[in-house]
């Protein structure tokens, strides 16, 4: 059961009158109004940071149920029915609630911290360990000022064990997070580079991040490492370390690697053990020796622990919206099916929507079995929910199903995944959206493999939390104040139009611009209601641009008469439209000196509306052509205050493209053009594509013969060839043959080798013994730069991202 507070409580554990005279009862927190499962049980917690106002979605946030709200100012017309905790920093007073909620409970607290591996082993130790105790753990890497307090309050009164990790990315933050976990055991799981993280030094991050220890009775920690070894040394607590050095805790002799697993030799308590971790890779290996730790540490044998490990697969933990048969869209995540998981995931679900129908697959909760209350509480929760269907898997779902009288939705039952695999067709899915989650146990993923839309396996993924951090490091560099238009032309730059403008009209982007109407209206379409401007009109399109709520850019008289004449006709008023100054780029656009005819015609018409009037530049990333940037800057500068005199009312001035907001701040005027900055297109960037395939085949070719059209490539000595499914008909460039580009698998890189073919492309991997069909290979992300792959070609990154053609499949990554 939940624990639950009355808006009363809230308000003494924060030593303040409540506003409002009902009295509410809540059970969740939640930052975010596109995050709620269940509002009317939702404290809304109004926070604004630097990107984005959480008080401006208390509104939206009553809309959906919400009653009561954590505050910093309370709206004018305080809203009916609804209770108000007024404070003077919201985030203090999140922390402090989920301080005092910590207090309750005497359970063990595992905090982790350290900088790269925290959320793989605290899902790792929920993994092992979920069969013994009811575990609390932080969602998702939910480690931040925000994200501790969120995950603390999660713990329960039936909780016996909490996992939360902490990360922090400057001095002082630890001691916040340290006072709400108040972590009973540590696990410091690595030092990485203190510069990447903001610290002067090595010593002053581990200093910091150690804080999180203070109170802890043992800590766990790989003491190979010779700061992390001197920090132990000072600390009183009992030390669970691990290393290769004599003395520690537990003793590594030796690991030997074999392709897809590790043999690991310890000594522990004088004794000689060994362990067999399913992986080979120095990452993983590292992480699960702090889980072997904590086990020791928990008492379990040694057997135990070898079943346990032997279970851990390298997490896929990023939830992830695929294409579906029969337009549905699923979000698959068969890895966990516990309580809190599950909440977040029916978030996710109903945010802001793809298709009007929710349906949700769900098998048997993995925790709590016998605990049916979990079941009818879900049960109840879902009522209050819109959901098309609900589909079951497993015996306790039939059992409470049966126990269960009317429901709002209908619900299809089944014992076992093979039972609802062979029902699939039956039930014929389309048009929804479905959340796919289940215990490992029932393998849910082979239904997730049945709904999704069959596809050659290659996929361009699309990372929104990086074109979230893209934006943000471009709105640091203007002032504020400027607003900031973003450029989805050529749908989204290759990244897809739908997705895109939803994570922007999001993140509070003032403006978007398309090239073509038909891209302005497949956004309209997905919901988008910012204004977007169509970079390339003709009188054809008027209609629909019209219809659509479409701004044209006008670039001619031609054009502009056309405008007027076509709205004198359909009686249309006042259309905003975009005047385009050409300043050099000569491509679109009124020449400067025709600016005065320009206003002229301007002055005689009432019915359209100038409401931008920009230039483009042709160089601004060129250090030699800044004299003539500052020439078109001028230039523009004049034609505005020609026209802003001449009209009489004032309109939004730009010029700035991505290059400039970085190198001419002189540029920004009141808005500017992000276009290629945003899909991380220039170094420093996130990357927000990466492309990946996988190979078809694998075969031994003898010195002397050649691979692909044309004999091209003969080949020096006995290869291997891997055949993979990505050819120039995909974007994968025909320039890239014969050893120009190279693609990334099992932790190299391998040369394209003879020709690119349309659908295919070969690779050497003679040097890569264990390469198999059905691997995955980076054609670029991670590893393989996409400036890198630009650069093979002799071109840009914009036309390598717009050239990756429509029948290479989106995935879209929500969260990483
Ligand atoms: C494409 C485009 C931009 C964006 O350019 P980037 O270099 O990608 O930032 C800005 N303005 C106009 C008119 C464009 O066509």
Not at 26 to 36: G, H, I, K
Not at 246 to 260: M, N, P, R, Y
Not at 621 to 647: H, K, P, R, V, W
Request: charge should be negative.
């Amino acid at each position: 059961m939940h624990s639950m507070y009355t808006s009363l409580q809230l308000a003494n554990m924060l030593h303040i009158q409540q506003q409002g005279s009902s009295v509410v009862s809540v059970q969740y927190l939640s930052v975010d109004s596109r995050r709620m499962a269940f509002p009317a049980a939702t404290l809304f917690v109004a926070i604004d940071t630097a990107q984005r106002s959480g008080h401006a979605f208390m509104h939206d946030a009553y809309q959906q149920g919400v009653r009561v709200f954590l505050c910093q100012h309370v709206p004018e017309n305080m809203m009916e029915d609804a209770v108000y905790l007024q404070v003077p920093d919201t985030l203090k007073a999140l922390q402090q609630l989920a301080a005092a909620h910590r207090r309750q409970f005497h359970c063990s607290v595992v905090g982790i911290t350290g900088s790269n591996g925290k959320t793989i082993v605290k899902e790792w130790l929920y993994e092992v360990l979920h069969h013994d105790v009811q575990i609390a753990r932080s969602p998702k890497s939910y480690n931040s000022q925000i994200g501790v307090p969120l995950s603390v309050w999660l713990m329960q009164p039936d909780t016996q064990l909490a996992i939360i990790e902490a990360g922090i990315s400057q001095r002082g933050e630890m001691q916040a997070l340290q006072s709400i976990i108040q972590p009973t055991i540590g696990i410091f799981t690595m030092l990485g580079d203190a510069h990447a993280e903001g610290f002067a030094s090595v010593e002053e991050k581990l200093q910091e991040k150690w804080r999180l220890f203070q109170s802890c009775k043992a800590i766990i920690c790989n003491t190979d490492d010779a700061a992390v070894a001197l920090m132990a040394k000072k600390i009183k607590v009992q030390l669970l370390n691990w290393g290769y050095h004599d003395g520690v805790w537990l003793q590594l002799l030796e690991i030997q690697k074999e392709t897809s697993f590790a043999k690991v030799d310890f000594q522990y308590e004088a004794a000689y053990h060994s362990l067999r971790f399913p992986f080979a890779d120095d990452a993983s290996i590292m992480n699960a020796m702090h889980v072997v730790c904590y086990m020791l540490y928990a008492g379990y044998g040694w057997e135990i622990i070898q079943q346990r490990i032997e279970q851990l697969r390298p997490l896929d933990m990023r939830m992830q919206w695929k294409k579906g048969i029969r337009h549905c869209n699923l979000l698959n995540d068969s890895y966990s099916n516990d309580f809190t998981s599950l909440v977040q995931a029916i978030e996710l679900l109903f945010q802001p929507s793809r298709n009007e129908h929710r349906s949700i697959v769900l098998s048997d909760l993995s925790v709590g079995i016998g605990n049916l209350g979990n079941y009818q509480q879900l049960l109840q929760l879902l009522q209050t929910k819109a959901i098309h269907r609900l589909v079951t898997v497993g015996p306790v779902w039939q059992q409470v199903l049966q126990q269960t009288e009317m429901l709002s939705f209908p619900v299809h039952t089944f014992m076992q995944t093979s039972e609802l695999l062979a029902a699939l067709p039956n039930l014929h899915f389309e048009r929804e959206d479905i959340l796919i989650k289940g215990g490992r146990q029932f393998a849910l993923e082979k239904v997730a493999q049945h709904l999704e839309a069959q596809q050659h396996q290659t996929v361009l993924e699309i990372h929104l939390p990086a074109v979230q951090h893209n934006l943000q490091f471009y709105k640091k560099h203007v002032q504020p104040g400027v607003k900031m238009m973003a450029m989805v032309k050529a749908s989204g730059y290759g990244s897809g139009d739908a997705e895109i403008g939803r994570a922007l009209q999001f993140s509070g982007v003032d403006y978007l611009a398309v090239a073509y109407p038909d891209e302005g209206v497949a956004l309209r379409q997905a919901g988008i209601h910012l204004p977007i401007m169509v970079l390339n009109t003709d009188p054809p399109s008027f209609d629909v641009m019209e219809q659509y709520n479409l701004e044209p850019e006008v670039y001619s008289f031609e054009l502009l008469q056309a405008l007027l004449e076509w709205c004198k006709q359909r009686g249309v008023q006042s259309w905003p439209i975009h005047i385009k100054i050409d300043t050099g780029m000569h491509r679109l656009g009124f020449a400067v000196d025709e600016v005065p005819t320009l206003l002229q015609q301007l002055q005689q018409q009432q019915i359209l509306q100038v409401r931008s009037v920009f230039t483009h530049l042709v160089a601004s990333e060129d250090a030699a052509a800044d004299a003539f940037t500052q020439e078109q800057i001028g230039l523009f500068s004049n034609a505005c205050s020609l026209l802003s005199d001449g009209l009489g009312y004032s309109f939004l001035k730009h010029c700035a493209n991505t290059a400039a907001i970085l190198r001419h701040p002189s540029a920004h005027f009141d808005m500017v053009r992000l276009g290629v900055g945003l899909y991380g297109g220039n170094t420093g960037l996130q990357p927000v594509m990466k492309l990946y395939t996988t190979v078809a085949q694998v075969k031994k070719v003898a010195a002397g013969e050649t691979v692909g059209y044309g004999r091209k490539a003969e080949l020096q000595r006995p290869s291997v060839i891997a055949t993979v499914r990505i050819g120039y008909a995909d974007g994968y460039p025909r320039q890239l043959g014969n050893g120009i580009g190279h693609m990334w698998l099992h932790g190299q890189t391998a040369p394209v080798v003879g020709n690119v073919c349309m659908d295919m492309t070969m690779l050497d991997v003679t040097d890569l013994p264990t390469v198999q069909p059905g691997d995955v290979i980076e054609v670029f992300g991670d590893h393989i730069s996409i400036q890198q792959v630009a650069s093979w070609c002799h071109t840009i990154t914009y036309e390598i991202m717009t050239g990756i053609s429509q029948r290479v499949k989106r995935v879209y990554v929500e969260a990483e």
